[in-house]
């Protein structure tokens, strides 16, 4: 499992969904029913040596805790708190929302292994993750035999060179090495990974840096996992293109409900690619429209408010730097989990959220994008003093991020916002690929 010793090197978390309780308070928090610690997950990327995405690991982790997993737990409380994960993940959203067309990477406790607890989603697009903490004996050998019978990959967690765990190492289709873990023993580990199982594509987690990546990269490793690769680029001078102006005007205009649609319309057609792709994707047969579209204004109308916004901020965030897909889908999971919170002034909320995310990636104070932008008075207090049902929401969702605890007056619980982000998540990968797709 995967983890930055700052800490960011990990996505936004979100917690499962508990088992339903038929004579609990229906106005209770499901994860304080459970009688467990609020469980948070995450998506972090793993790349290649062109530092391309190739697939996602979803992490799990105990709320607030100091350690990178569920450590302080006992076996019955990790399993409990895994398969409510993987129910929350793929009863509710499916591993295509969440995954995309990449592979997942689960973490999974010993119970998914031995058997005493199902795997309930289909082999072709996960990868079954063996956690360091799983001992490796006849039963858990056996469970992998079974899971890779049926076609399930596996992948051996944070292999240090244990000679008990060489066993699961030889069955494994990945590896995963921690370099911060291994220091000067990591080419060592490698080559005993390499001596016991060629086959298997070695996965280092916590590359840091440029260097680390070029060293592992030097070394023969396959996959790279880590804050270097995830790092959203700080601008030391924003300097913004004509095209990146309008978008900035966009921004202003789609979170007023004043402007007038001409208005919106006049600023859209001043920037021909975002035109073009509003016409194409309204006019597809995908977007779910019948109509034949005859103007640009009717396409504006019917592609809605908060998604042109959405498209308009990812316009600008790619126009600026190069901004991996990774980080504009988490800027987006975040707008959609401030909406959900608040959703008396759900479009404020959502404003607010990509506002935040685009100062996260473009490394801008909120009162500069204040400044810049424009924007009304309501988006300015929920973004730079917290205010409102949206500001209150977003400090939800930034300490959700950050793994702090929830302030007094939030008004939600961490299994709500919880639950609100892994649907933002899932609404976000649906736009990335479709502005991707229509770029």
């Not at 100091?66 to 708190?81: K, R, Y």
């Amino acid at each position: 499992m995967s983890s930055s010793p700052t800490g960011t090197g990990r996505r936004p978390v979100t917690a499962p969904r508990p088992r339903t309780d038929p004579c609990a308070d229906p106005g209770a928090d499901p994860g304080a029913a459970a009688g467990l610690a609020t469980v948070r997950v995450g998506r972090q990327g793993i790349y290649d040596a062109q530092r391309a995405l190739v697939a996602h690991e979803l992490l799990f982790r105990a709320h607030g805790g100091t350690g990178s997993g569920l450590e302080g737990a006992g076996a019955a409380e990790q399993d409990h708190a895994t398969s409510q994960v993987i129910s929350a993940t793929f009863g509710d959203f499916g591993v295509e929302q969440i995954a995309g067309d990449k592979p997942l990477f689960l973490n999974l406790t010993r119970g998914f292994f031995t058997g005493e607890l199902p795997v309930p989603c289909a082999p072709h697009q996960v990868v079954l993750e063996l956690l360091e903490d799983v001992e490796v004996d006849e039963e858990v050998l056996a469970g992998l035999d079974r899971l890779r019978a049926r076609g399930y990959r596996v992948a051996v967690d944070d292999f240090d060179g244990e000679e008990a765990r060489l066993p699961a190492v030889e069955r494994a289709d990945f590896v995963k090495i921690d370099l911060a873990a291994t220091g000067e023993r990591f080419e060592r580990v490698l080559a005993l990974v390499r001596s016991v199982n060629p086959e298997a594509l070695v996965v280092v987690e916590r590359v840091e840096d440029d260097a680390a990546i070029a060293r592992c990269a030097a070394a023969g490793c396959d996959l790279f996992q880590g804050y270097g690769l995830q790092r959203p680029v700080v601008l030391e001078s924003l300097s913004l293109t004509p095209s990146q102006l309008v978008c900035l005007r966009l921004v202003r205009a789609l979170t007023s409900n004043d402007t007038p649609i001409g208005e919106i319309e006049r600023l859209v057609s001043s920037d021909p690619g975002l035109s073009l792709r509003v016409l194409r994707t309204v006019s597809s047969a995908a977007y779910g429209t019948q109509q034949e579209i005859t103007s640009l204004r009717q396409a504006i109308v019917l592609l809605g408010r908060r998604q042109l916004c959405s498209w308009v901020v990812l316009m600008l965030l790619g126009g600026v730097t190069s901004v991996d897909t990774e980080t504009l889908t988490t800027v987006l999971a975040r707008a959609g989990a401030c909406a959900r919170l608040a959703a008396e002034e759900s479009d404020v909320a959502y404003t607010v959220g990509l506002l935040s995310g685009v100062c996260t990636v473009l490394g801008m104070g909120e009162g500069e994008l204040v400044e810049t932008t424009g924007v009304g008075p309501s988006v300015r207090a929920a973004l730079l003093q917290h205010r409102g049902p949206a500001g209150r929401a977003l400090r939800a969702v930034l300490a959700h991020e950050a793994d702090e605890p929830l302030a007094a007056d939030a008004g939600c619980t961490p299994y709500e916002v919880s639950r609100a982000w892994l649907a933002g998540l899932s609404t976000a990968v649906r736009t990335v690929d479709a502005v991707r797709e229509e770029g």
